[in-house]
């Protein structure tokens, strides 16, 4: 069930927090629930496969999805090949510190600014920079969630840093007011920056195909328990409820409803975490993540479509609709080979759909064209 949150924190273990700004990075919203002395909460939901509901044809209304292998992976084995020249960061000028100011020098993290370590420098010898560049480049693993690479980013960081950072440079790493640089946020960031989007450029890859791995079958999907929140009984779907998700508005299942009364639709479901159908691709950033599509269709030809619904634009919203894209043909490529359906897709912005309700999904599919090509 979603993370939950108090006085506008997520409570849990840093294990768990961890867990929590990853699944962020993957478009999952946390809803915030009351919780203390006085807060009235109301059951959770329990959602599951209506297998006790005579009226439904679970066989009809089931609908089966391929597990692509993951198209986009990391070569780690290509971060020898940075090169720190090459990078188009601004440089900073060396700020001047007194020796006092660089008596103890505090170094936070970039991900959520706690502090990670303080050093306390000794005036009359030179400062040892190697704790600095080993913190900036295994808080680059961390981020970029890199197994391994430290040995090969190390010298990239070092090289980067002394040669590269600032408008003095080259610059003496065992000066103890270069080291106070470091410290600032502005001098973080270009590192992070810099690496981050160098790292992603030079090891991200595309295997330019995907293959099946494994097949998803709706009616197999586990119960689970959600917030409780408003939902739809609907007769064209494997699952007992469609629950509309927080802060979207009521547009989810104004959605929902007119999928399960459209006449030339044979069943749909919402695309819950505990179906695990979910596509990955690359950000904006450069940065790979997962994308969970929002609605899963069937068409009386067998046609399955994959639906991504939105009330507002979003960054990644380019990269996720053309990663869709991709998959759909990837997926039937695949699919069809073994005699299996076509799969297609349609984004649906809340903006044109209100203005322009559709009466049938072939209606729809004729009117969200945006994304095809």
Do not use: C
């Amino acid at each position: 069930s979603p993370a939950k949150w108090v006085s506008g924190a997520p409570m849990g273990t840093p294990a768990f927090m961890e867990f929590v700004e990853s699944i962020k990075t993957e478009g999952v919203e946390l809803e915030r629930v009351p919780m203390g002395k006085g807060a009235v909460r109301k059951d959770s939901l329990i959602v599951e496969v209506d297998s006790e509901n005579t009226d439904k044809d679970l066989d009809a209304l089931d609908i089966e999805l391929p597990k692509l292998s993951r198209r986009f992976n990391r070569e780690f084995k290509d971060l020898g090949n940075l090169d720190p020249s090459s990078f188009k960061n601004g440089k900073l000028p060396l700020k001047p510190f007194t020796p006092e100011q660089t008596r103890e020098i505090v170094f936070k993290t970039m991900l959520d600014d706690e502090i990670h370590h303080t050093i306390q420098l000794d005036t009359a010898g030179p400062a040892d920079y190697r704790s600095v560049i080993a913190f900036f480049a295994k808080q680059l693993l961390k981020e970029l969630r890199l197994v391994g690479g430290y040995d090969l980013l190390y010298p990239k960081v070092k090289e980067f840093i002394a040669g590269h950072l600032f408008e003095s440079s080259p610059v003496d790493l065992e000066n103890a007011v270069v080291l106070r640089n470091l410290s600032e946020s502005d001098a973080s960031k270009i590192v992070f920056d810099s690496f981050k989007s160098a790292i992603n450029a030079l090891t991200v890859q595309d295997k330019g195909s995907s293959r099946i791995e494994d097949r998803i079958r709706l009616r197999e999907t586990r119960p689970f328990r959600t917030e409780n929140r408003d939902y739809l009984q609907a007769k064209k779907s494997v699952f007992s409820k469609i629950v509309g998700e927080p802060n979207a508005g009521g547009f989810e299942l104004k959605f929902a409803r007119f999928l399960d009364e459209a006449p030339d639709i044979v069943s749909f479901a919402k695309n819950y975490l505990a179906v695990g159908f979910k596509i990955d691709y690359v950000r904006a950033n450069g940065d790979l993540s997962n994308y969970v599509p929002d609605f899963i269709v069937k068409t009386p030809d067998g046609t399955v479509w994959i639906i991504e619904t939105k009330g507002r634009e979003e960054l990644d919203l380019p990269q996720k609709m053309n990663r869709l894209r991709q998959w759909s043909a990837d997926a039937t490529e695949a699919s069809q080979a073994e005699g299996g359906p076509r799969y297609r897709f349609v984004y649906v912005d809340q903006g044109g759909y209100e203005r322009n309700p559709p009466t049938s999904f072939a209606a729809l599919v004729a009117g969200f064209g945006e994304y095809q090509k």
